[in-house]
């Protein structure tokens, strides 16, 4: 069956479960203009909060990420909604209790105790950032919020039903390769290609986003092509990605993010997203 993209993405809205870095909850209107009008199955390789798929609610999806926690929690989100929501709303909102959550060991918790675990430190973690180190430990502290909502019920369930369509994988994103299909519909987003040595957050995972990885990102998108799959790209405005791409259609969006809190650098920044359709 395909998914057509609208009217679906407008009824039944479901909004992200998870704070995170780079999501793309406030490009979607502009984003909304630039997806494919119809597709097959869907897929997403750079899966973060799932923005973009919980925006399309598409009839089918391959969904990937390299952060073992976060697919370990939207399976939990699929497979038990109820205990998650019972097991979060006994979580206290304090550093004492903060920090004993986060020096457990996920390994060695049920899939259930890690998932309320994510999210809890998701929630409640300074700037709502999930940054761990080289050796993948968390390691961002307690962001001092008073009242923290873990989530919305009614959302939650929406998503768990919209997850139970949804294959996970907690994989490298060239995986989306084995999977996608002439007429699906690929979205990439990797952590951007740094605008200059310091500037991009890149420590979603321990192994952090190299320009090879952005090699592997290009070839990828080319093999997509060549399978006939509709591919979008989000990526920095940056000239590397500019040259790389340049035989492809690339569109400069402004995104609601700013540069730096600072109250004289607040500029709106250009981003790039990259078709190879029209
Ligand atoms: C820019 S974020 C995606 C944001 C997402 N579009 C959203 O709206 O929240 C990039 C994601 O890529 C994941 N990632 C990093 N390296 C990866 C890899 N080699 N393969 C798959 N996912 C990876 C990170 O864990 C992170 O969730």
């Given at each position: 069956m395909q998914t057509s993209l609208f009217p679906s993405s407008s009824v039944e809205k479901i909004s992200p479960l998870v704070k995170w870095a780079g999501g793309k909850r406030n490009l979607l209107k502009v984003y909304k203009k630039l997806f494919p009008k119809r597709f097959n199955n869907y897929h997403e390789p750079f899966l973060g909060s799932g923005a973009v798929f919980f925006f399309l609610k598409p009839q089918k999806a391959v969904l990937i990420d390299k952060n073992e926690e976060l697919i370990n929690f939207y399976e939990v989100v699929r497979d038990h909604p109820l205990e998650l929501m019972e097991l979060i709303s006994?979580?206290?909102?304090?550093k004492d209790f903060y920090y004993r959550i986060r020096e457990l060991e996920p390994k060695n918790l049920s899939k259930i105790e890690r998932a309320a675990r994510f999210l809890y430190l998701n929630k409640t973690a300074y700037n709502g950032l999930w940054r761990v180190n080289s050796k993948g430990k968390f390691n961002v502290p307690f962001g001092r919020y008073k009242k923290v909502k873990f989530f919305d019920r009614e959302n939650l369930l929406k998503a768990s039903k919209l997850l139970k369509n949804a294959v996970l994988l907690c994989s490298d994103f060239e995986e989306v390769v084995k999977y996608a299909q002439k007429g699906d519909f690929v979205y990439l987003d990797p952590p951007y290609y740094p605008l200059s040595e310091t500037a991009n957050f890149r420590n979603y995972t321990s192994e952090g986003f190299s320009k090879e990885d952005h090699l592997r990102v290009y070839k990828v998108f080319k093999t997509l092509t060549e399978k006939g799959c509709f591919v979008m790209l989000s990526n920095s405005n940056s000239p590397f990605i500019r040259e790389l791409f340049k035989d492809f259609v690339i569109t400069e969006v402004f995104a609601n993010r700013f540069i730096n809190s600072k109250a004289d650098g607040r500029k709106p920044i250009i981003e790039l997203v990259i078709r190879n359709y029209e």
């Amino acid at each position: 069956m395909q998914t057509s993209l609208f009217p679906s993405s407008s009824v039944e809205k479901i909004s992200p479960l998870v704070k995170w870095a780079g999501g793309k909850r406030n490009l979607l209107k502009v984003y909304k203009k630039l997806f494919p009008k119809r597709f097959n199955n869907y897929h997403e390789p750079f899966l973060g909060s799932g923005a973009v798929f919980f925006f399309l609610k598409p009839q089918k999806a391959v969904l990937i990420d390299k952060n073992e926690e976060l697919i370990n929690f939207y399976e939990v989100v699929r497979d038990h909604p109820l205990e998650l929501m019972e097991l979060i709303s006994t979580y206290k909102v304090d550093k004492d209790f903060y920090y004993r959550i986060r020096e457990l060991e996920p390994k060695n918790l049920s899939k259930i105790e890690r998932a309320a675990r994510f999210l809890y430190l998701n929630k409640t973690a300074y700037n709502g950032l999930w940054r761990v180190n080289s050796k993948g430990k968390f390691n961002v502290p307690f962001g001092r919020y008073k009242k923290v909502k873990f989530f919305d019920r009614e959302n939650l369930l929406k998503a768990s039903k919209l997850l139970k369509n949804a294959v996970l994988l907690c994989s490298d994103f060239e995986e989306v390769v084995k999977y996608a299909q002439k007429g699906d519909f690929v979205y990439l987003d990797p952590p951007y290609y740094p605008l200059s040595e310091t500037a991009n957050f890149r420590n979603y995972t321990s192994e952090g986003f190299s320009k090879e990885d952005h090699l592997r990102v290009y070839k990828v998108f080319k093999t997509l092509t060549e399978k006939g799959c509709f591919v979008m790209l989000s990526n920095s405005n940056s000239p590397f990605i500019r040259e790389l791409f340049k035989d492809f259609v690339i569109t400069e969006v402004f995104a609601n993010r700013f540069i730096n809190s600072k109250a004289d650098g607040r500029k709106p920044i250009i981003e790039l997203v990259i078709r190879n359709y029209e």
